[in-house]
């Protein structure tokens, strides 16, 4: 399928809320698991799968109805955007899991064990890619955890030391990227978020092990940074820049995803940048007020001060899924709105 022609498409970063019917959405607000939640599911197994693809329904249609130009499924089959995959792997004891305490020093996190190779031996989200291509007529994406976010979010008992693991996870996002881009994705994007936690690790080999997940793609792709979901990262802790982003002009990816709304960004960042297309974050998903459309222009222009219209496209901060549904809704029809009235603004 062709992406849009037009200046400055819409999109979003992956996930969208999850109705209370299907998930039990107070208890999927205190963490974000990497090992597997499946307490969190409102409905018996018999029922789950059912259950899952009719509230994915819910939300293409809720995208397409604001008017997003490049939909995803919501994520909705996902207790969060990195566990469903990373558990699914050969070599991972999801079962033992080990306890860590995050750098920031929150409270101890379960995450799963590697305990022998890495390797994908089945499709993890390709009933996902098909169920997505199935129900929509627009340009579609899907995410992937990114194969370094992997490597720091389990504990490591196998392998010599984390390039090693991140590789391996690298080579089993990538055989997936593959099988997903044979079913229908236009966009695949891969989600990062801890090449900014730990830097100088990224430094050493975040790139490679990005450009090896997505070896082979020949659809746009994208690697997504952020600074931690809104409802967990409160906006007052969030740095206003990047520690790690110049370094992915170095990737392959055609596009980097920033939150720039929340932490209030100084955009000129965006020059390390020159080689790529900019997914700019335009939507404070820390606010829950529903911006004005002229709120969200606004952001939008700021972008265009420093990256050219053919450049960049719109976007949320983040994922959605912690938000009420109508104040997520809101703010997408908000910025495809406001992405509308700045491309009549620049002839687009």
Known sequence: MNLPTHLLPTTVVGSYPQPEWLVDRAMLSKVVPRTRLHAMWRLPGEHLEEAQDDATIVAIRDMERAGIDIVTDGEIRRESYSNRFATALEGIDDENPAIITARTGSQPTPVPRVVGAVKRTRAVELHDMEFLRQNTDRPAKITLPGPFTMSQQ?????????EELAMAFAEAVNAEAIELQKAGA????????????????????????INRALQGITVPTVVHLCFGYAAVVPGSTKPAGYSFLGELNDTTADQISIEAAQPKLDLGVLKELSSKNIMLGVLDLGNPEIESVETVAGRIRNGLKQVPPERLVVAPDCGMKYMPRHVAFGKLKAMCDAAALVRKEIGG
């Open 154 to 162: 389990a504990k490591n008992e196998f392998y010599k030391d984390d």
């Open 186 to 209: 236009d966009v695949i994007q891969l989600d990062e978020p801890w090449v900014r936690n730990n830097p100088d690790l990224a430094k050493r080999y975040a790139v490679k092990a």
